[in-house]
């Protein structure tokens, strides 16, 4: 096991350096100067543009600034605005602030969608699977199938709205999405964070239903699930003790992708609803030419999808003893 974490651990250390490289370098791709941002939008001399690129660290050449920002991650930078320690992400374009910081404060945003709409559409899916793969070829497996195809080719972007008008304006039986602090007024965080997380886990309830419908019914036809049933084994122990349990492998794999671009940051649930997280935060970075932010955002969210592949790969031995991680 250790050797195995090992290897995806310097996996994912190589990934992440060629985000980081290609992010670097294709923001430079663009015909656009960051220090314009920070100079005011036009509102410098060129020789107070000059300054302030210098003081950014843009008055170099690409490489060397890719090299400074790499060395920053290990060993920490100096820059005018102040030092930044390790992992020095940098310093904001457009408002001066340390990356890390900024990061840090959007993430509770992100964590507290993630969490509490994981929880809700991993437990329906689960459910609505199971049951539709338990009563296979009745009706309520077609309509609950119909319904889960539907629901699944939905989008964020187009839900969102429909239930911001009917829950909250026309009716009033939500609140008004916001977060609140969970250690200041739980109640609050609850009914700010409720209707995203319904509207986010409607989606993915409606895949995972699917997903684990199917894993189960080709379960179903395993050798080792007929075994048991010739033994003289009641359905409802080959059900849960064999199938269900050789079915979790491909739903912990899309789980394992599905969290850490949660975590990441889930862009269009918090532009949809107004919420401050990291991924509202990526799209304000790129529509302001804020390469640090950018840069810091997008290797944290590469650090969550490479680190929750690596947990689940781990986890694959403790659902299936045929899987070996030699």
């Excluded at 090992?6 to 250390?13: D, V």
């Excluded at 190589?14 to 005011?40: D, E, H, K």
């Excluded at 919420?275 to 944290?300: A, K, N, T, Y």
Aim: net charge neutral; hydrophobic share 50%; aromatic share 12%.
């Amino acid at each position: 096991m250790l050797r195995f974490i090992l290897r995806r651990t310097l996996g994912a250390i190589v990934i992440l350096l060629l985000i980081s490289a290609v992010t670097f370098f294709l923001f430079w791709a663009i015909p656009r100067n960051p220090a314009i941002l920070a100079c005011g939008k036009g509102n410098c001399s060129a020789d107070e543009l000059a300054i302030v690129e210098r003081n950014l660290g843009i008055d170099k050449a690409i490489p060397v600034q890719y090299w400074d920002y790499m060395v920053g991650l290990f060993m920490g930078r100096n820059f005018p605005a102040g030092d930044c320690p390790a992992p020095c992400l940098g310093f904001s374009f457009r408002n001066n602030e340390p990356v890390l910081d900024t990061i840090l404060d959007r993430l509770p945003v992100t964590v507290s969608l993630t969490i509490g709409g994981t929880i809700i559409f991993l437990v329906l899916g689960l459910a609505f699977g199971m049951l539709a793969a338990w009563r296979r070829g009745t009706m309520l497996d077609k309509s609950m199938s119909s319904t889960s195809l539907v629901l699944s080719s939905a989008q964020i972007y187009f839900l969102g709205p429909l239930a911001l008008a009917l829950f909250v304006y026309n009716t009033g039986w939500l609140s008004q999405p916001e977060y609140v602090p969970f250690t200041e007024d739980q109640a609050a965080w609850f009914a700010g964070m409720l209707l995203p997380w319904l509207v986010m886990a409607t989606i993915f309830t409606a895949n995972y239903t699917r997903m684990s419908r199917a894993t189960l019914v080709e379960q179903l036809q395993e050798d080792h699930v007929r075994t048991a049933r010739a033994k003289g084994m009641s359905g409802r122990v080959v059900f849960f003790r064999y199938a269900w349990r050789g079915s979790l492998i491909p739903i912990v794999t899309i789980l394992g992708v599905d969290l850490g671009s949660l975590f990441g940051g889930a862009m269009i649930t918090e532009y949809t609803f107004t919420l401050h997280g990291l991924g509202r935060l990526s799209i304000e970075s790129v529509q302001e030419s804020d390469l640090p932010m950018l840069m810091g955002v997008m290797l944290f969210a590469a650090l969550m999808i490479v680190v929750s592949n690596i947990i689940i790969d781990a986890c694959y031995a403790l659902i299936d003893p045929r899987v070996r991680l030699a």
